[in-house]
């Protein structure tokens, strides 16, 4: 697929327009309702959805199958990524009208430290074939990482990074907010406020989870176009997705096994390139047959998850009430 400069400029162009029209109309903080959380949310997918679909009709169903398995992918693997953001948002106590602001600057220093690790992959993907026997194994063992996480019965808590405990030691802080303001002058002094470092540790953190999902989606396409277009369709929606899922966050008790099935399933994948690419004679794995494990592994955890919690609650109200029956006897 050649991408040319001038795609590469107006794709990134209607971008920035798009994140300047979504600041112009939330510039006023506000704690976002499940409504506008709804809306701000299917736009995003709907722009995701059209543009794989123009993917499609001007270049071809194999680049437009990678994006859709790209962007579900990431999507997917972001929703694992919004545990940290509640957690964070919880350490760093954020008012709940200053959180939509929070993510979104968050996001867009992600996606610029995201697009820096995207052109390092593609060009030591382009250059180093066996790199893909790297990415496999690891993701193979971020799979079998997520599965014993998720088997361990400790609370998860968010613990800061270097570059984020550098900042706090560095940098003179407020003792509370101010605000939407990052830089404040007080007593004659210049003091960072709460919120410039909470906007540090979800961009910070984001590309921590980068760490796997880039090698994810390079084992479902190896254009860079692709790559960077997933990934910013899928975190530009994130912010909503925080808003709109936030409480069902508890409920994908099983989300962690199903992504762990995905990375896994994409570390084989990208073993078998490797191999093939070698002159092994191993089996092909398309496109068509990776979105359709992404979609069914998704889909089946869910409603496991759904179907585990409910029955989980079911059982905590009856042996609440029979609680209540004995403590009246």
Do not use: C
Request: hydrophobic letters at 55%.
């Amino acid at each position: 697929m050649d991408v040319s400069p001038v795609a590469w400029i107006l794709t990134i162009v209607v971008l920035l327009a798009l994140v300047a029209v979504d600041l112009f109309i939330n510039r006023k903080p506000h704690e976002v309702t499940l409504k506008e959380a709804s809306l701000w949310g299917v736009f995003w997918v709907g722009l995701a959805v059209l543009f794989g679909i123009g993917l499609t009709v001007f270049a071809g169903a194999e680049p437009g199958g990678e994006f859709f398995a790209g962007f579900i992918t990431e999507k997917s693997l972001s929703v694992d990524n919004l545990f940290v953001f509640v957690l964070i948002m919880g350490k760093f106590a954020v008012p709940p009208q200053y959180q939509q602001r929070v993510l979104l600057v968050g996001v867009l220093l992600a996606l610029v430290l995201r697009g820096a690790f995207i052109a390092a992959g593609a060009a030591v993907v382009a250059a180093f074939s066996w790199v893909f026997f790297i990415f496999g194994a690891f993701l193979i063992w971020t799979a079998w990482k997520l599965i014993k996480e998720a088997q361990s019965d400790e609370e998860e808590e968010f613990e800061e990074n270097a570059l984020l405990r550098k900042v706090e030691k560095v940098l003179p802080t407020t003792d509370g907010y101010r605000d939407m303001k990052l830089v404040v002058r007080e007593n004659g002094k210049r003091l960072v406020t709460p919120m410039l470092i909470v906007m540090i540790a979800v961009g910070t953190t984001d590309v921590l989870f980068a760490l796997d999902s880039i090698p994810a989606i390079f084992g479902l396409t190896k254009e860079p176009y692709i790559v960077f277009t997933a990934n910013a369709f899928a975190l530009m929606g994130l912010r909503q997705l925080y808003f709109l899922i936030g409480g069902l966050l508890k409920k994908l008790v099983y989300l962690s096994y199903g992504l762990s099935v995905i990375l896994g399933f994409i570390g084989v994948k990208l073993i078998f390139e490797a191999l093939h690419g070698e002159g092994v004679h191993v089996p092909e794995i398309g496109i068509p047959l990776s979105l359709g494990v992404i979609v069914v592994t998704l889909a089946v955890t869910t409603v496991l998850s759904l179907r585990k919690t409910r029955k989980d609650e079911r059982a905590a109200a009856e042996a609440a009430a029979k609680a209540d029956r004995d403590a009246s006897v």
